[in-house]
Antibody, heavy 122, light 108 residues
Framework: QVQLVESGGGVVRPGKSLRLSCAASGFTFTTHTMQWVRQAPGMGLEWVALISHDETIKSYKDSVKGRFTVSRDNSMNTLYLQMNSLTAEDTAIYYC???????????????WGQGTLVSVSS | DILMTQSPSTLSASVGDRVTITCRASQSVSIWLAWYQQKPGRAPKLLIYKASALETGVPSRFSGSGSGTEFTLTISSLQPDDFATYYCQQYSGYSLYTFGQGTKLEIK
């Protein structure tokens, strides 16, 4: 069955960096767009970033553009989110999601990981 | 960016009720609209995609409709398991996806 497992979250000081990973299994990772979505404590869902199956399309929410970088290793079936210059406003559970329609970025996300918590605090 | 606005923000209803949640987009998203259900401490679950397509395994009491800028999620007869928060998400906007702010469905 499809599994998405995030890792790499933790407590980090403002201005520091963190890299999240999402290990995918149970589907053909190489053909699917993937996305990162976050949820601050007690708040709603916030889309963060997207990467197409072949990395030709990468897009970001305005507030993370220039600080966050999404990437993937199709040989390892793994999605990444490099987060730099972190602020308290980046504190959230980060979910990877995807495995919808193959070969397109116009797709919903039927599968989600369990999330990894990032806490930015001095 | 495309702004998604859900209404109401909170909805109180009883088991057996028919409920409708609305999602409006600031510009046309065609049919590229999904609905997710989220329960406390859990990851979101996809219910509806392409505005009206029911995800595999989702009960048929859930239905979606709309196109362009106005969309609705309807639950025909509320069950105890349906009390949760619901989000719409557009996925058309030049690969810039956005969520609505959420609608919390509470037991009356």
């Amino acid at each position: 069955q499809v599994q998405l497992v995030e890792s790499g979250g933790g407590v980090v000081r403002p201005g520091k960096s963190l890299r999240l990973s999402c290990a995918a299994s149970g589907f053909t990772f190489t053909t699917h767009t993937m996305q990162w979505v976050r949820q601050a404590p007690g708040m709603g869902l916030e889309w963060v970033a997207l990467i197409s199956h072949d990395e030709t399309i990468k897009s970001y929410k305005d507030s993370v553009k220039g600080r966050f970088t999404v990437s993937r290793d199709n040989s390892m079936n793994t999605l990444y989110l490099q987060m730099n210059s972190l602020t308290a406003e980046d504190t959230a559970i980060y979910y990877c999601a995807g495995a919808g329609e193959p070969w397109t970025t116009i797709t919903a996300a039927p599968y989600w990981g369990q999330g990894t918590l990032v806490s930015v605090s001095s | 960016d495309i702004l998604m606005t859900q209404s109401p923000s909170t909805l109180s209803a009883s088991v057996g009720d028919r409920v409708t949640i609305t999602c409006r987009a600031s510009q046309s998203v065609s049919i590229w609209l999904a609905w997710y259900q989220q329960k406390p401490g859990r990851a979101p679950k996809l219910l509806i995609y392409k505005a009206s397509a029911l995800e595999t395994g989702v009960p048929s009491r859930f239905s979606g409709s709309g196109s362009g800028t106005e969309f609705t999620l309807t639950i025909s007869s509320l069950q105890p398991d349906d009390f949760a928060t619901y989000y719409c998400q557009q996925y058309s906007g030049y690969s810039l996806y956005t969520f609505g702010q959420g609608t919390k469905l509470e037991i009356k």
